[in-house]
T-cell receptor
Framework: DAKTTQPNSMESNEEEPVHLPCNHS???????IHWYRQLPSQGPEYVIH???SNVNNRMASLAIAEDRKSSTLILHRATLRDAAVYYC???????????FGPGTRLSVLP | NAGVTQTPKFQVLKTGQSMTLQCAQD?????MSWYRQDPGMGLRLIHY???????DQGEVPNGYNVSRSTTEDFPLRLLSAAPSQTSVYFC?????????????FGEGSWLTVV
């Protein structure tokens, strides 16, 4: 099963960009890379996902390495409301369930 | 839009009691699932369903039952509550499990077993 590795925690200053890394060296060709985040006392919420090309949406950008063995979630301008646990998840087989690891706890300092 | 609705939000049970956590979605999603999250940990899959009448076990199914009689509802039953089942429970749904679609989560149900 393809697994992801993320740092346990990261800190950022408010209004600065944040780059959250994720390693997935055993990713297969059909695995989508998904990012979810979980705000305190809430359920996870979708952030972004991609397959091969870099992706942008109103919340974030996803940069995927050319060999797809790593990816980076980019928050362009962190706010206090972005403090959360960020999960990098692979859909490790077509049609399989999401598997959540411990994620990266992002702290945003004012 | 209601999205995924879970009830109750908080519940305290005594060891050995049974109860049902309710989950409903109004998005006509085929796929529904239940996760549990213990303090400081990621989510672990309990049971899931890919459509009405079809359920399957996830990573930690012991002590839980599910059924899917309608597309909208996916209740989770605790048969005989144990302190080890103290956790936060999240219900989730998506249009289909067969592609990269977004999963939508409920707000969670906090369960304490004493």
């Amino acid at each position: 099963d393809a697994k992801t590795t993320q740092p346990n925690s990261m800190e950022s200053n408010e209004e600065e960009p944040v780059h959250l890394p994720c390693n997935h060296s055993t990713i297969s060709g059909t695995d989508y890379i998904h990012w979810y985040r979980q705000l305190p006392s809430q359920g996870p919420e979708y952030v972004i996902h991609g397959l091969t090309s870099n992706v942008n949406n109103r919340m974030a950008s996803l940069a995927i390495a050319e060999d797809r063995k790593s990816s980076t979630l980019i928050l362009h301008r962190a706010t206090l409301r972005d403090a959360a646990v960020y999960y990098c998840i692979l859909r490790y087989n077509y049609g399989q369930n999401f598997v959540f690891g411990p994620g990266t706890r992002l702290s945003v300092l004012p | 839009n209601a999205g995924v609705t879970q009830t109750p939000k908080f519940q305290v049970l005594k060891t050995g009691q049974s109860m049902t956590l309710q989950c409903a979605q109004d998005m006509n999603h085929e796929y529904m699932s239940w996760y549990r999250q213990d303090p400081g940990m990621g989510l672990r899959l309990i049971h899931y369903s890919v459509g009405a009448g079809i359920t399957d076990q996830g990573e930690v199914p012991n002590g839980y039952n599910v059924s899917r009689s309608t597309t909208e509802d996916f209740p989770l039953r605790l048969l005989s509550a144990a302190p080890s089942q103290t956790s936060v429970y999240f219900c989730a749904s998506s249009y289909s499990v067969w592609d990269g679609n977004t999963i939508y989560f409920g707000e969670g149900s906090w369960l304490t077993v004493v």
